[in-house]
T-cell receptor
Framework: DGGITQSPKYLFRKEGQNVTLSCEQN?????MYWYRQDPGQGLRLIYY???????QKGDIAEGYSVSREKKESFPLTVTSAQKNPTAFYLC?????????????FGNGTRLTVT | GQQVMQIPQYQHVQEGEDFTTYCNSS?????IQWYKQRPGGHPVFLIQ?????EVKKQKRLTFQFGEAKKNSSLHITATQTTDVGTYFC???????????FGTGTRLTVIP
């Protein structure tokens, strides 16, 4: 079955450490996205990538970095510069960034920083 | 900037009662999508509306897109415990390619 795999499901880190969240898809989608979800809030866009070796900042990119070296993979690094990193992180993909097709989401990674 | 608000934020209903969530955008949307997120899960796409005034049904769920394409609603008839979750609307601003998510409505169904 095709889908999006995020790992790990739960992640714990000490303050001041960088941490990388994995996202892999086998849907052959060009566009990939990272969202952050906090209680009582909608999904907020961190970064997105329309194609390999290209990515753009979303609404809340500060303190995060990404790479897109392969079509299948879009890892997100939460750096020590992110002031409030504890959240639920969702990776998503869709066929093309400009086609308004629906998003397919991974199961998410819940990051806790203490 | 683009804002998509949803009301109510929370809704508790007795099983069998109806439920409606409303989505309002500050700008005109080219289309709107609805997603459902079960507790502990990830958002799952339900439906997309494109035309002004469009109404679509999925069994007990009725989705509506406003005439001005700035608001939308999701109505569930005779809720069941399987309807529990958070419902999000998400819209594309006309001419843009990023999807803006609403704040979500968390539905609790009391058996």
């Amino acid at each position: 079955d095709g889908g999006i795999t995020q790992s790990p499901k739960y992640l714990f880190r000490k303050e001041g450490q960088n941490v990388t969240l994995s996202c892999e898809q086998n849907l052959n989608h060009d566009a990939m996205y990272w969202y952050r979800q906090d209680p009582g809030q909608g999904l907020r866009l961190i970064y997105y990538s329309q194609i390999v070796n290209d990515f753009q900042k979303g609404d809340i990119a500060e303190g995060y970095s990404v790479s897109r070296e392969k079509k299948e993979s879009f890892p997100l690094t939460v750096t020590s510069a992110q002031k409030n990193p504890t959240a639920f992180y969702l990776c998503a993909s869709r066929a093309g960034h400009r086609d308004n097709s629906p998003l397919h989401f991974g199961n998410g990674t819940r990051l806790t920083v203490t | 900037g683009q804002q998509v608000m949803q009301i109510p934020q929370y809704q508790h209903v007795q099983e069998g009662e109806d439920f409606t969530t409303y989505c309002n955008s500050s700008t005109t949307l080219s289309n709107i999508q609805w997603y459902k997120q079960r507790p502990g899960g990830h958002p799952v796409f339900l439906i997309q509306l494109v035309k002004s005034g469009e109404v679509k049904k999925q069994k007990r769920l009725t989705f509506q897109f406003g005439e001005a394409k700035k608001n939308s609603s999701l109505h569930i008839t005779a809720t069941q415990t399987t309807d529990v979750g958070t419902y999000f609307c998400a819209g594309y601003q006309t001419g843009a390619n990023n999807l803006f998510f609403g704040t979500g409505t968390r539905l609790t169904v009391i058996p």
